[in-house]
T-cell receptor
Framework: GQQVMQIPQYQHVQEGEDFTTYCNSSTTLSNIQWYKQRPGGHPVFLIQLVKSGEVKKQKRLTFQFGEAKKNSSLHITATQTTDVGTYFCAGLPSGSARQLTFGSGTQLTVLP | NAGVMQNPRHLVRRRGQEARLRCSPMKGHSHVYWYRQLPEEGLKFMVYLQKENIIDESGMPKERFSAEFPKEGPSILRIQQVVRGDSAAYFC?????????????FGPGTRLTVL
């Protein structure tokens, strides 16, 4: 079945440094979604990417979808302590399936 | 504008008991998804339902687990004869439609502890 790998598993950064998490799917995706989950919280939808090579920005966050629609990345510029949490990618495979396959997440710690 | 509601937020059960988890989707949403999350892991899809129909249950364990989404009332995930391995956070999500680009909005989750 489809697998979605996400790296790194953990990332500690100093406040103000940049952060990137990468997501790779074993199969071509129809679209990819990104979520943020704070400790003890629930996943909160950030963005969805649909088109090959798509790049979207939300303030300090930049999301990319690979040309082959099998990988994606989330980059945060100048991290802040409010960015702390686990970032998950979730892929929807091409075809008729509607279930999202989540990556294992990248847990971001921002040191003040 | 209430979001996805789940209750209870925390549930403690002894081995062999039944657990019932409830999910009320966002207003106007008729598509519900259930996911399970083990500590420090990603979410694993369990089941996708529309009103009165199970659309995809490929992620549901074959035994002890069942889900429903009746015409009236919340969606319910039922776990019979719970075991310690069932301890996890169970999240429900809802979407407006079942289209492939429909965003899923998550509820706060039910954290199940099996003693």
């Amino acid at each position: 079945g489809q697998q979605v790998m996400q790296i790194p598993q953990y990332q500690h950064v100093q406040e103000g440094e940049d952060f990137t998490t990468y997501c790779n799917s074993s199969t071509t995706l129809s679209n990819i979604q990104w979520y943020k989950q704070r400790p003890g919280g629930h996943p909160v939808f950030l963005i969805q990417l649909v088109k090959s090579g798509e790049v979207k920005k939300q303030k300090r966050l930049t999301f990319q979808f690979g040309e082959a629609k099998k990988n994606s990345s989330l980059h945060i510029t100048a991290t802040q302590t409010t960015d702390v949490g686990t970032y998950f990618c979730a892929g929807l495979p091409s075809g008729s399936a509607r279930q999202l396959t989540f990556g294992s997440g990248t847990q971001l710690t921002v040191l003040p | 504008n209430a979001g996805v509601m789940q209750n209870p937020r925390h549930l403690v059960r002894r081995r062999g008991q039944e657990a019932r988890l409830r999910c009320s989707p966002m207003k106007g949403h008729s598509h519900v998804y259930w996911y399970r999350q083990l500590p420090e892991e990603g979410l694993k899809f369990m089941v996708y339902l529309q009103k009165e129909n199970i659309i995809d249950e490929s992620g549901m364990p074959k035994e002890r687990f069942s889900a429903e989404f009746p015409k009236e009332g919340p969606s319910i995930l039922r776990i019979q004869q719970v075991v310690r391995g069932d301890s996890a956070a169970y999240f429900c999500a809802s979407s407006l439609g079942g289209g492939r680009t429909d965003t899923q909005y998550f509820g706060p989750g039910t954290r199940l502890t099996v003693l």
